[in-house]
């Protein structure tokens, strides 16, 4: 099958569990202030592949990916394309290869269903919990992210929430107490990642002459991270401070 793509990277360390090939969709409906990358908005940009090439592509890692490592499919958003993640997830599960969905939520519901039955584990970018600050600073509804994630309780899919720690914004106490407690609703929750605000995409920014809307904001440090970390006791709480965490490496 056929599906557009912005990037794939052989060897993530930071997208789910151990060494994984991550596989970027093209396209995405939101347009989240810190979005890293903005180049793959456009549903008509990045590159054409198909499952049947990238799965070739991805047996070749299969011996560093299969020792609690595996798949990640990411974006932009995936289930802009749910056909697509389909038929990779499948194709991946028929070669014994662990999968995990990196998405927010939004998208075609009915669609998205049909992906969470070939997918082991999602990482669900909880980005905001109200439905005000999800319009002001997403420009989508947080409603469409809890739907989402009442299919992923009924399937009991394993899940990981991800946070991004912008300060000033998403960075307060409450905040995160307000995301843990959110957090207890779906037993199959096994961790939550707080994601440091970095700003190392003012160059694409900067590239496609646009601005980025938090360029005046300064960048999460560890230290606060750390400190929200002990908000919350009762899951595994991981603070990515690792800054390759957006650099992603394309090799079509
Ligand atoms: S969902 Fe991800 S790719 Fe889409 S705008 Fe938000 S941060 Fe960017």
Known sequence: MKGRISAFQSMGAVDGPGVRCVVFM???PLRCVYCHNPE????NGGFETDTEE???KILRYKSFISRGGGVTISGGEPLMQPEFCRDLFQRLKAEGIHTALDTSGIGDLQAADTVLEYT???LCDVKFHTERAYKEYCGGSFR???AFLELVKRRNVALWFRHVVVPGI???KEEIQALHAFGKGYPSLERIELLPFQKMCMTKYEKFDMEFPLKDVPVCDPETIETLKTYMSDLEITG???RKRY???SSR
């Not at 793959?40 to 549903?43: A, D, I, N, S």
């Open 54 to 56: 990238l799965v070739r």
């Open 120 to 122: 082991d584990l999602v």
């Open 144 to 146: 469409q992210v809890e």
């Open 247 to 249: 650099d992603k490496i």
């Open 40 to 43: 793959t908005w456009e549903r």
């Open 170 to 172: 998403t960075d307060s």
């Open 240 to 242: 990515l401070t690792n």
């Open 26 to 28: 093209q396209g995405c």
